[in-house]
């Protein structure tokens, strides 16, 4: 099993949605969580990290679920400046296990 | 200057050349890594330095060759390169290993020809 799954979309939306991302790991240890944002040919940026239950940050809301070991990324309100791709990103040991990453489209 | 920086940003090389990678943290951060990113593929960790030393090495060909002269600085030899190992490279920074979020450079795009 991967260490980070995560549907590779894409997922093309209109502006003004609401668009939410899932995300399994497999390592039931792990204590913190992250989203990252990458944009075309550009390198990721930390969007969101998830240490408890939640976090919320504007329109973004990323939510954990230890018992079925998944995390979530909502998005409302979708602006243009929102098409990217999203990378789940899950802490083990020294190093930082990557899903392939979802990619968001939003429309005009 | 601050964040994380890479050099060069664009790289082609021929598979008997060899070239070296730079990247440089300002951020005061004890922890460094390389990672590969092909198309279609997640991040592959290739390295991992925590205040200068090694503790990281993902069974990564030796034609690659990391070098961690202090905390700050970190560079990628190539050699001998194949077409495959054409990427982004990326280089990261952490306060510690673990769990903290990383912090990355712009990438290196390599293609080897």
């Known amino acids: 099993r991967k260490e980070v799954e995560q549907d590779p979309g894409p997922f093309n939306v209109p502006e003004g949605a609401t668009v939410a991302f899932n995300c399994t790991y497999s390592n039931s240890a792990s204590q913190s969580f992250f989203w990252y944002r990458q944009d075309c040919r550009k390198e990721p940026k930390l969007l969101m990290s998830v240490y408890s239950s939640g976090n919320e940050d504007g329109r973004f809301t990323a939510q954990l679920n230890r018992a079925s070991q998944y995390i979530s990324l909502l998005i409302r309100d979708s602006k243009l400046s929102d098409s990217a791709t999203y990378l789940c990103?899950?802490?083990?040991?020294?190093?930082?296990?990557f899903g392939t990453g979802t990619s968001l489209t939003v429309i005009p | 200057e601050t964040g994380v920086t890479q050099t060069p940003r664009h790289l082609v090389m021929g598979m008997t050349n060899k070239k070296s990678l730079k990247c440089e943290q300002h951020l005061g951060h004890n922890a460094m890594y390389w990672y590969k990113q092909s198309a279609k593929k997640p991040l592959e960790l290739m390295f991992v330095?925590?205040?200068?030393?090694?503790?990281e090495n993902n069974s990564v060909p030796s034609r690659f060759s990391p070098e961690c002269p202090n905390s700050s600085h970190l560079f990628l030899h190539l050699h001998t390169l194949q077409p495959e190992d054409s990427a982004l490279y990326l280089c990261?920074?952490?306060?510690?290993?673990?769990?903290?979020?990383?912090?990355f450079g712009s990438g290196t795009r390599l293609t080897v020809v």
């Open positions: 990261a920074s952490s306060q510690e290993t673990g769990d903290y979020g990383y912090t």
């Open positions: 330095y925590s205040l200068e030393e090694r503790v």
């Open positions: 990103v899950v802490p083990g040991g020294n190093q930082f296990y």
